[in-house]
């Protein structure tokens, strides 16, 4: 069946955004269009092989590297579009506002994918799938999602060549499909709890767009569950987004912080928002992942009913929680440098590259054949490799490439490598000689040992190089004055909040500033409100957002 949209006009999409969001416009980075390819040429002309030990004169490479993406420090956005691009991550879709990713940007996806996966099912969730066209009526159903949704949403009108009987939206988010098919599902307290998850694309017209972090169309997880008791919905959403929560930590190496929404930021339809908020390299914050108790408002809307044990029908109380391709833009954005893409070892396609050097034709064979045995014992060893044993680009070229895609790892095997049987191992994330080792042996299992010890290792460095990043900017602040001056400065501001809505968007109006969450670990003891000077009980961060 053919479907046509009628939608806003392409033309008005990046005019200022009515939306309650305010993200960064996605534009085409015209005056930075260099690709790979194009700097290959470069390389060939500049990179050398050392007539000493068989090493790529690096300085120079990284020279010519760092002119195909504009510094961070220069333009963080500029530096954001280069990397995504240079390291073949994503690109542009044919209508504004809509990506491609690449297979190295969903490679990154689908790690998120297994690893989050076995953790959904662990905890007892099963995967399914909503359709993606639901009946417009069902968003209006509950009234604070369809006054939240509306500005987003994407509207089928004409199918088949005929105008439809009623409107179709492009699955923005499921809650109200979801409570459709649950009201068939769910009788008896024997039914639940009853905990699903789908893997699925979802659209949202945005006005201002930006790869990975805010695009009209992306892929994410959406879990959904029903339960007997608001405490059993309570408990699962903390469950998720501990799970959210440790998943930053350990895979992607981005110190969140983990916390409860204001009112205000509270997702359309939920009681509580529960969310993990991480600090970008420019000091803005990233909603990472969200977990919401949605209590009975979509239960009681779409009548989700069940018998319980006394005979008496009872709404169901529900959660929805989800992470998106978002947590990919979240990676480049925490760990990228100005040579490119720099990932944890846990979340990266490729953990180690090797690459093999000569400079004659005689050298040849046996340089490769020592390169494919140190592949193939890494292989077997659970480490995930690529032998680059391409003959078109300089390994200069090569070492650059393999930077600016973020790979942890780099092995170079030469001729006299091969003679002593070692390899030089060099890591992504310490750049220059410091991070060059000579004489590693190529003997299966002490190699494998370095390596997985350097995997830790470098996984372990990223987490601690973001968290005292993420630390030294935050500040505490008492008084309004104080945030203020925090924000203006690119902080994050923490303190005292017990201020009401009109006063947390008198924050936003004045300072672009937004509570980000209010942390679950917080300081023991009453304090003064910074806006108020009224009791809190807690205290908030505040920072600009994405």
């Given at each position: 069946?053919?479907?046509?949209?009628?939608?806003?006009?392409?033309?008005?999409?990046?005019?200022?955004?009515?939306?309650?969001?305010?993200?960064?416009?996605?534009?085409?980075?015209?005056?930075?269009?260099?690709?790979?390819?194009?700097?290959?040429?470069?390389?060939?002309?500049?990179?050398?092989?050392?007539?000493?030990?068989?090493?790529?004169?690096?300085?120079?490479?990284?020279?010519?590297?760092?002119?195909?993406?504009?510094?961070?420090?220069?333009?963080?956005?500029?530096?954001?579009?280069?990397?995504?691009?240079?390291?073949?991550?994503?690109?542009?879709?044919?209508?504004?506002g809509t990506m491609v990713i690449r297979p190295y940007g969903y490679a990154i996806w689908e790690?998120?994918?297994?690893?989050?996966?076995?953790?959904?099912?662990?905890?007892?969730?099963?995967?399914?799938?909503?359709?993606?066209?639901?009946?417009?009526?069902?968003?209006?159903?509950?009234?604070?999602?369809?006054?939240?949704?509306?500005?987003?949403?994407?509207?089928?009108?004409?199918g088949g060549g005929k105008e439809l009987e009623e409107k179709l939206v492009v699955r923005p988010?499921?809650?109200?499909?979801?409570?459709?098919?649950?009201?068939?599902?769910?009788?008896?307290?024997?039914d639940l709890p009853l905990m699903v998850n789908q893997w699925a694309n979802v659209t949202r017209?945005?006005?201002?767009?930006?790869?990975?972090?805010?695009?009209?169309?992306?892929?994410?997880?959406?879990?959904?569950?029903?339960?007997?008791?608001?405490?059993?919905?309570?408990?699962?959403?903390?469950?998720?987004?501990?799970?959210?929560?440790?998943?930053?930590?350990?895979?992607?190496?981005?110190?969140?912080?983990?916390?409860?929404?204001?009112?205000?930021?509270?997702?359309?339809?939920?009681?509580?928002?529960?969310?993990?908020?991480?600090?970008?390299?420019?000091?803005?914050?990233?909603?990472?992942?969200?977990?919401?108790?949605?209590?009975?408002?979509?239960?009681?809307?779409?009548?989700?009913?069940?018998?319980?044990?006394?005979?008496?029908?009872?709404?169901?109380?529900?959660?929805?929680?989800?992470?998106?391709?978002?947590?990919?833009?979240?990676?480049?954005?925490?760990?990228?440098?100005?040579?490119?893409?720099?990932?944890?070892?846990?979340?990266?396609?490729?953990?180690?590259?090797?690459?093999?050097?000569?400079?004659?034709?005689?050298?040849?064979?046996?340089?490769?054949?020592?390169?494919?045995?140190?592949?193939?014992?890494?292989?077997?060893?659970?480490?995930?490799?690529?032998?680059?044993?391409?003959?078109?680009?300089?390994?200069?070229?090569?070492?650059?490439?393999?930077?600016?895609?973020?790979?942890?790892?780099?092995?170079?095997?030469?001729?006299?490598?091969?003679?002593?049987?070692?390899?030089?191992?060099?890591?992504?994330?310490?750049?220059?000689?410091?991070?060059?080792?000579?004489?590693?042996?190529?003997?299966?299992?002490?190699?494998?040992?370095?390596?997985?010890?350097?995997?830790?290792?470098?996984?372990?460095?990223?987490?601690?190089?973001?968290?005292?990043?993420?630390?030294?900017?935050?500040?505490?602040?008492?008084?309004?004055?104080?945030?203020?001056?925090?924000?203006?400065?690119?902080?994050?501001?923490?303190?005292?909040?017990?201020?009401?809505?009109?006063?947390?968007?008198?924050?936003?109006?004045?300072?672009?500033?937004?509570?980000?969450?209010?942390?679950?670990?917080?300081?023991?003891?009453?304090?003064?409100?910074?806006?108020?000077?009224?009791?809190?009980?807690?205290?908030?961060?505040?920072?600009?957002?994405?």
């Amino acid at each position: 069946m053919v479907v046509s949209l009628r939608l806003p006009s392409l033309s008005s999409l990046f005019l200022p955004s009515v939306s309650r969001r305010s993200p960064a416009v996605l534009r085409r980075h015209h005056h930075h269009i260099l690709r790979t390819p194009v700097f290959a040429a470069s390389f060939s002309a500049q990179t050398t092989v050392s007539e000493t030990d068989d090493r790529v004169d690096t300085q120079k490479s990284n020279r010519v590297q760092d002119q195909a993406v504009t510094p961070r420090s220069k333009d963080f956005n500029a530096w954001y579009l280069d990397v995504i691009e240079q390291a073949e991550l994503a690109d542009y879709g044919p209508v504004r506002g809509t990506m491609v990713i690449r297979p190295y940007g969903y490679a990154i996806w689908e790690a998120i994918q297994d690893y989050l996966n076995v953790k959904f099912k662990e905890t007892g969730h099963s995967n399914m799938y909503f359709p993606q066209f639901i009946p417009y009526s069902f968003i209006e159903k509950e009234a604070s999602h369809v006054e939240g949704f509306s500005p987003e949403l994407a509207v089928v009108t004409i199918g088949g060549g005929k105008e439809l009987e009623e409107k179709l939206v492009v699955r923005p988010t499921s809650e109200t499909i979801v409570n459709h098919m649950f009201t068939q599902w769910i009788h008896s307290y024997r039914d639940l709890p009853l905990m699903v998850n789908q893997w699925a694309n979802v659209t949202r017209w945005e006005m201002r767009t930006k790869p990975f972090v805010r695009t009209l169309e992306f892929l994410w997880q959406e879990g959904h569950t029903a339960h007997a008791t608001p405490e059993e919905a309570e408990k699962e959403a903390i469950q998720m987004i501990d799970v959210y929560t440790k998943f930053a930590y350990e895979q992607t190496a981005i110190p969140v912080i983990a916390g409860r929404k204001s009112k205000v930021e509270t997702f359309a339809g939920a009681v509580k928002t529960y969310t993990i908020e991480a600090m970008m390299g420019d000091r803005k914050a990233l909603q990472a992942g969200t977990s919401h108790n949605l209590g009975q408002n979509f239960s009681r809307a779409f009548g989700t009913q069940f018998t319980d044990e006394s005979g008496l029908r009872q709404h169901v109380w529900q959660t929805s929680w989800a992470v998106s391709t978002r947590f990919v833009g979240g990676i480049i954005m925490t760990h990228g440098d100005d040579t490119g893409l720099m990932l944890p070892p846990k979340i990266a396609p490729i953990q180690v590259v090797i690459i093999p050097i000569w400079k004659k034709d005689d050298d040849r064979a046996v340089v490769l054949n020592a390169a494919s045995s140190v592949k193939e014992a890494l292989h077997a060893a659970g480490i995930k490799v690529k032998l680059d044993d391409s003959d078109q680009r300089t390994p200069g070229w090569k070492f650059n490439f393999w930077e600016m895609k973020g790979v942890p790892l780099r092995i170079e095997i030469g001729p006299r490598d091969v003679s002593s049987q070692s390899v030089v191992v060099s890591r992504r994330d310490v750049p220059g000689k410091q991070g060059k080792v000579f004489g590693i042996s190529m003997e299966p299992s002490v190699l494998e040992a370095y390596i997985k010890d350097k995997l830790d290792e470098i996984q372990s460095s990223l987490l601690e190089k973001a968290k005292s990043f993420r630390d030294s900017n935050i500040v505490d602040v008492s008084s309004y004055d104080e945030l203020k001056v925090a924000i203006s400065h690119g902080k994050w501001a923490r303190g005292p909040w017990s201020a009401g809505d009109k006063e947390e968007l008198r924050v936003k109006e004045e300072t672009g500033a937004t509570i980000r969450c209010f942390p679950f670990e917080q300081p023991r003891g009453i304090k003064s409100c910074l806006m108020t000077g009224n009791p809190a009980e807690e205290v908030a961060i505040f920072a600009k957002s994405y």
